[in-house]
């Protein structure tokens, strides 16, 4: 008669148990002790029976049957392991091992090695045992012993065991990962490095320059900050850097009226200077700005992180001068006035603004201020260090070119964008610049960009062709493939002079490219027998001789930008590589480096370094190639592979053929 042992379903069921109850126990109801007592109760007395169950299937097996049973008590004898493992963690585990009274730092070492070393055991214990399990099936002590197909029981018991140890070697690495707590950041960050221009500032400076950081001790803001001006110092040899906590250092704080973290003050001067005699507000110069001391938030695109050095370059022209005042005309449908454009012309112009201009005057330390026609027909007001004239679309009153020419006279400095679709004319201005406006529209069709896929996108021409002026320092320092777009752009008319007295001195700063031509049909295609390819000049900067002072002395002179294209100095929406919105003109370094020649800074020209994300444009050429590199390179490429791989396995068929011996016939 058969000896009657527990079916395997109660095994089985009684593993299923313990297992599903084990985290629910331990770790959702930490909160409910009672309730995860009782829980832990009925998982450990259904593991009990299951290990004792399989314990008399084992006594009862004999022959391959018990091979079989041995390989699956051992598997849940390993189970018994692991709990006892994990057990040692739990308050009354580490009074039976001895580990009550040990140090937090000891306890906390203890608790992973064993919590670590619990899911090994349990890993490598509960994954065989299912797998023999579905293995094994349900056999009674009279079944014969070809029941019990122990090599495949083994076998899936050894596969169960592989995936185990593969688990294991997870649960390590991540366990070291977390305690080296090492993170990398591969999105694109990069703090402003100091740029030229800030470096010259800085070198210009008699006095040395004391910079104060209010960081907590441990910010990595704070660390980047600091890397910054360690940087500057060791180029310029005039920084001097003081980091404080705004806490400690509360009465430095209160001084420079520093209330927050994060909080950059700049001193011009050494310590000793800044100092005042009395307790107080700072009498010293000093400018200040702060960032944000979340490393996340200071670093995104928004983050004064990536524009470090525009913000302190901004700064120090504080230190260096007063502000400015920088007159930009309104009432001709300028680009800073689109609403005065009459309401008969609204659809003629696209609509254009002027916010960044605004704001690098600002950077640069100017009050933008507005000269309407009734104040300029009068004068240019005498606190003007520049007047911007940006795109009219409408002509000017003849008293208003009038008072600009007495204005240059006496040593003014004038910027004129033309808007070659405009009405307005430079009249007596033309005398004294001598240089006029070819209306009709510059065109390239090798050199583009390609927005719209239309022959009208050849009017977007882009161009590299810069001067080694002042104006343009930054632009030609760069790369030959860092153009700059006009749109719709004129061209300048180089005229003679016909103002009285010395003659000015006249510098073309900006060209087209040598594929370009004038549009004068309006086709949007070049017609050799009309038209001509050619390096058309767009900007000029023109310099009056020295006037004459009362006492005798020689003075400034007056200088002069012109352009033949208002869109270099317009607002245009672009987007960058990861979506992003900005704002930005079409000209790059442009009109930073024409206002510090107008306000006679050249000396302060140069780049200043910004980590914002550009745009990414190309020529059509550009797209040209790349178009001919995905579509006929790279298969090419993948071709001449494959052609290579099956002449080289052909040669060393070929090869084994020519060494083989032919066998002897007997």
Known sequence: MAMTTPARLWVRVSLLISVLLFLPARRLLAP????????????????????????????????KRRQGETALLLSYLGLLVAGLLYFATTKTGLGWVGMAEATPKSLAKFDTIMTLAAAIVCVCALLPAIFMEATVGEWTTDDPDDAVEFQRVREMGVSGLTIGLAAALLFV??????QKNVKKDVSYFKTAAPGESTRKIVSSMKEPV?????FPEVNEVGEE???????LARQTGKIAIERHDRMVSAQLAQKYQVQKDGTVVLIKGSA?????????????????FDLDTDFDRARRQTGKLRILDQTVNTELLKLVREKRKAYLTVGHAELNDPDSLPVQYRGRYPDAKSVVIKAILGQLNYEVKNLATMDLIREVPADATLVMILGPKTRFESGELTSLTRYLDGGGRVLVALDPEGEFELGPLAAYLGVGLDRRIIHDDKNYTPERGQPTDRALALTNGFSSHPATTSLSRGAANQAILLQTSGALIEQEFTVPGDK?????????????????????????ATEKRDRYPVGAALEGPARKLPDGTDGEPWRALVFADSDLFADRVFQTLTGQKALDTNSRTLPDDSIRWLGGEEAFAG????????????????????????????????????????LASRRRRSAGKLFTTPEKSS
Not at 210 to 214: I, N, S, T
Request: glycine share 8%; net charge positive; with cysteine.
């Open 607 to 646: 780049i200043v370094n910004t980590e914002k994300e550009k745009e990414l444009t190309r020529s059509k050429k550009q797209q040209s190639l790349w178009f001919l590199l995905s579509t006929l390179l790279a298969p090419v490429l993948v071709l001449g592979l494959g052609v290579a791989y099956a």
């Open 225 to 231: 900050v600091e890397g910054y001006f360690r940087e």
């Open 32 to 63: 409910m002790p009672s309730l995860a007592t009782v829980i832990t109760a009925i998982m450990v007395v259904a593991f009990l029976a299951g290990l004792g169950a399989q314990a008399w299937r084992w006594y009862a097996a004999s022959g």
């Open 210 to 214: 004391r910079v104060l950081l209010f």
């Open 173 to 178: 690495t991540c366990n070291v990962a977390k």
């Open 272 to 288: 000793e200077a800044a100092t005042p005699p009395t307790p107080g507000a700072a009498t010293d110069k000093f400018g200040k």
């Open 504 to 528: 000015p001195k006249r510098t073309i700063i900006l060209r087209s490219m040598g594929e370009a031509w004038l549009d004068g049909d309006g086709n949007h295609a070049f017609d050799s």
